[in-house]
């Protein structure tokens, strides 16, 4: 069946501009989570959603970053105003039920966003 | 707070050999514990989980993972490596109930396999 997708894939921007990555979770998969892998920190995660419930955005590195889902399905990261240290690869990963489930996390293949 | 050590960068195999990638966890109350690997330009693809039960657990592709509460650690295995296993392997646990059960990473072993 289809994973998780997200698109682009690669995104090169200049700095200092607005950037849009978007994730496509496994369908009926009610949680959808943001990560961000780099050489310096690893893989961080970003911001999380469950259901129609308020997002836990306890991740998120600056007020530049924000996300939205909408209809429960479709997630858009937005990074605003990008910055050179904004480099990194963003991973979607969608699970059953989140907090409530002992199901693994399954991962795209990430949008890898270089900030020249 | 919840945290994954894997304490070697890269592990250096002979195919046919057998391999351990080794993690340790600290967590308050019980681990959810869990093994990704990530082929390049690719994302974490998940090995195999222990949540309760068999402290031995069996997963993807003759993977294996033994959970030791005592030493708070939850190595890797796999009797006999391929090249193919060549890969960035990820340890991760799961954080606490109240935050959504995001994961938490170790910093990620790169294991090398060898003909």
């Keep these: ?116 | 707070a919840q945290s994954v050590a894997q304490p070697e960068d890269q592990v250096n195999v002979a195919e046919g050999n057998p391999l351990t990638v080794k993690c340790t966890y600290s967590v308050s109350g019980n681990p959810y514990l869990f093994w990704y690997v990530q082929y390049p330009n690719r994302g974490l693809q998940f090995l195999l989980k222990y949540i309760t039960g068999d402290n031995l657990v069996k997963g993807s592709y003759g993977f294996e993972a033994e959970f030791n509460k005592s030493q708070t650690s939850f190595h890797l295995k796999k009797p006999s490596a391929l090249v193919s296993d060549s890969a960035l392997y990820f340890c991760a646990v799961r954080g606490p109930y109240n935050q959504g059960g995001k994961l938490i990473f170790g910093q990620g072993t790169e294991l090398s396999v060898k003909p």
Excluded: M
């Design chain 1, 1 to 116: 069946g289809a994973g998780v997708s997200q698109s682009p894939s690669n995104k090169v921007t200049e700095k200092g501009k607005d950037v849009e990555l978007r994730c496509d979770p496994i369908s009926g998969h009610t949680a959808l989570y943001w990560y961000r892998q780099s050489l310096g920190q690893g893989l961080e995660f970003l911001i999380y959603f469950q259901g129609n419930s308020a997002p836990d955005k306890s991740g998120l590195p600056s007020d530049r970053f924000s996300a939205e889902r909408t209809g429960g399905s479709v997630s858009t990261l937005t990074i605003q105003r990008t910055q050179q240290e904004d480099s990194a690869v963003y991973l979607c990963a969608s699970s059953p039920r989140g907090q409530l489930s002992n199901q693994p996390q399954h991962f795209g293949d990430g949008t890898r966003l270089s900030i020249l």
